[in-house]
C-alpha cells in the first residue's frame, strides 16, 4: 500500500514522524487584508474539489473567530449544540480530536470543524497567560491534523479559512498545512501584506515549525471584469512578481457568489449559478492549485524602487 501523508506529533518533548495509508493534503487561504475573498473562496473552492474529486473528502477548518465560513456552509452554533467546535480543540486539546468536531455540510463529502465567536474569548486567555500558553497553543492544530492523517481512511483535501491576521489561530493552520494561496483585490492596500505572509511562512519553514509549508502562489479575487484604472493598476503591481507566483485564473466579482453564501452553498453547488463562469472560475483555479502543488514558486519582485516608479507613472 502506498504511504502518504507524511508528518509530526508533539509527545511531550519528543516529536515523532507519522505516515498514513491515505493522501491528506492541506490548503491554507490567507491574506491579511479583510474582504478579499477569503471566506467565499475557501468554500467555492472547495465546491469545486468535492465536485473535480467525488472520490475525496473535504475538510474545512473554521479559524475566524467570526464564524462566517461556518455561517455560510449552514452551520449554526445555537442549533447544532451537541456539535464540539474548534474552540472545544482549543480549550481540550488532550481530549477533543478534529473527528469529534467534524460537521457534514449539505454537500456530502465537505466536512466543517466550525467556529464560532468563542475563539475569541480563547485568544484572549492564551494572551492573558503569557508566553508559554502561546508556545503550548501554536502546535494544536498541526498535532491535531497529524492525528487525522494517521486515523484517516479516505483521501482529504484539508482547508483553512483564516482572518486577516497573524494571530495564533492563523499561525496554527499555516503550521498545520502544506500550501498556501493569497487572494488580491484590484485595491489600493491588497498589495501590502502579500510579503509579510510570504516571509511569515519562509521563517516558519526555516525555523523548523513545519519545513513542508509552501506559498503556492497568488489569485485575483473579486476582480472587476472592465479594463478599470484599479483593475490596470493592480495588474502592474502583479507584473512586477518575476517568477510564476501569480495564477492565471482569475475570480471574477459577481454577485452570484454572494447569493450562493447566502443560500448556504457554494456556488457551484447552486442551481442557479453551476454553469456559468464564476462556478467555472473557482473550478479552473482549483485545478491549478493541484496542478502545482509540486511545482516550485518564485514569490520574486522586482526592485523597490522598479516597483516605486512604475505606480508613479500609472498614478500620474
Ligand atoms: N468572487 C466574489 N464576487 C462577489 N462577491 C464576493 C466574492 N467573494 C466574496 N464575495 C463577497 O464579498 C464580501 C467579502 O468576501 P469574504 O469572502 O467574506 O472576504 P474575507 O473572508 O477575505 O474577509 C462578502 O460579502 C462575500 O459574500
Ligand atoms: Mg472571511
Redesign the pocket.
Known amino acids: 500500500m502506498r504511504l502518504f501523508a507524511k508528518g509530526r506529533i508533539n509527545k511531550g518533548e519528543k516529536i515523532i514522524e507519522v505516515v498514513s495509508n491515505y493522501d491528506v493534503k492541506s490548503l491554507v487561504i490567507s491574506?491579511i487584508?479583510?474582504?478579499?475573498?477569503?471566506?467565499?473562496?475557501?468554500m467555492?473552492l472547495a465546491g469545486a474539489f468535492a465536485e473535480m474529486r467525488p472520490d475525496w473528502n473535504v475538510m474545512i477548518i473554521d479559524c475566524?473567530s467570526q464564524a462566517?465560513t461556518s455561517i455560510?456552509l449552514g452551520f449554526n452554533p445555537a442549533e447544532h449544540t451537541d456539535n464540539c467546535l474548534l474552540y472545544d480543540i482549543f480549550d481540550d486539546p488532550k481530549n477533543i480530536t478534529l473527528e469529534d468536531c467534524l460537521w457534514q455540510t449539505k454537500i456530502p463529502n465537505i466536512y466543517l470543524a466550525p467556529a464560532d465567536r468563542g475563539l475569541y474569548q480563547k485568544e484572549a486567555e492564551i494572551q492573558l497567560h503569557g508566553f508559554s500558553a502561546i508556545k503550548e497553543t501554536r502546535t494544536i492544530l498541526r498535532d491535531k491534523v497529524n492525528e487525522f492523517k494517521m486515523s484517516a481512511k479516505k483521501n482529504w483535501l484539508i482547508m483553512f479559512?483564516t482572518r486577516?491576521d497573524l494571530g495564533i489561530f492563523t499561525l496554527n493552520a499555516y503550521l498545520a498545512s502544506d500550501r498556501v494561496i493569497i487572494?488580491v483585490t484590484p485595491d489600493e492596500f491588497a498589495f501590502q501584506g502579500i510579503k509579510i505572509v510570504d516571509k511569515t511562512i519562509t521563517d516558519i519553514r526555516n525555523g523548523g515549525y513545519n519545513r513542508d509549508l509552501r506559498v503556492l502562489g497568488i489569485y485575483r479575487?473579486?476582480w472587476e471584469k472592465a479594463n478599470s484604472h484599479n483593475t490596470r493598476l493592480a495588474e502592474a503591481e502583479l507584473a512586477t512578481f518575476t517568477g510564476n507566483a501569480v495564477f492565471n485564473t482569475f475570480?471574477?466579482?459577481?454577485?452570484?457568489?454572494?447569493n450562493a453564501?447566502?443560500e448556504r452553498l457554494p456556488v457551484n453547488f447552486h442551481a442557479k449559478y453551476k454553469n456559468t463562469d464564476?462556478s467555472n472560475a473557482f473550478r479552473s483555479l482549483m485545478e491549478e492549485v493541484m496542478g502545482r502543488w509540486n511545482t516550485r514558486v518564485d514569490m520574486t519582485r522586482g526592485s523597490e524602487a522598479g516597483v516605486q516608479e512604475m505606480r508613479r507613472s500609472l498614478s500620474s
Open positions: 491574506s487584508k479583510g474582504g478579499v475573498g477569503k471566506t467565499g473562496s475557501t467555492c475566524d462566517n455560510a479559512d486577516p487572494p479575487s473579486l475570480i471574477p466579482n459577481h454577485v452570484s457568489v454572494r453564501m447566502r464564476v
